[in-house]
Nanobody
Framework: QVQLVESGGGLVQAGDSLRLSCAASGRTFSSYSMGWFRQAPGKEREFVAAISWSSGGSTYYADSVKGRFTISRDNAKNTVYLQMNSLKPEDTAVYYC???????????????WGQGTQVTVSS
């Protein structure tokens, strides 16, 4: 069982940066791949980024955030991060972290989900 708690969301202006954190409980965090997803109002939840189980492992990004967002993890702290730079109004959404046994863009590949943190980017 893994419990996930996101933090770091907020209201920023276009062009600003934010770093989201996702703290995980449980001693098996380092064995899970981690992903970030987001859901904008009136839209389906979509993939943002994923990282494999090892610190410094393989990373994957949605085309819409590639070059602006960076996912990383610190297994010693049971935490995964999403550094978001050059934010745009279209990045406004609730951001969720998720843990799973495979590194995938697909939501069904993740077994555990956090409650989400709101990111609002004003123009």
């Amino acid at each position: 069982q893994v419990q996930l708690v996101e933090s770091g969301g907020g209201l920023v202006q276009a062009g600003d940066s934010l770093r989201l954190s996702c703290a995980a409980s449980g001693r098996t965090f380092s064995s899970y791949s981690m992903g970030w997803f987001r859901q904008a109002p009136g839209k389906e939840r979509e993939f943002v980024a994923a990282i494999s189980w090892s610190s410094g492992g393989s990373t994957y990004y949605a085309d819409s955030v590639k070059g602006r967002f960076t996912i990383s993890r610190d297994n010693a702290k049971n935490t995964v991060y999403l550094q978001m730079n050059s934010l745009k109004p279209e990045d406004t959404a609730v951001y969720y972290c998720a843990a799973g046994r495979t590194t995938t863009r697909a939501q069904y590949g993740y077994d555990y989900w956090g409650q989400g943190t709101q990111v609002t980017v004003s123009s």
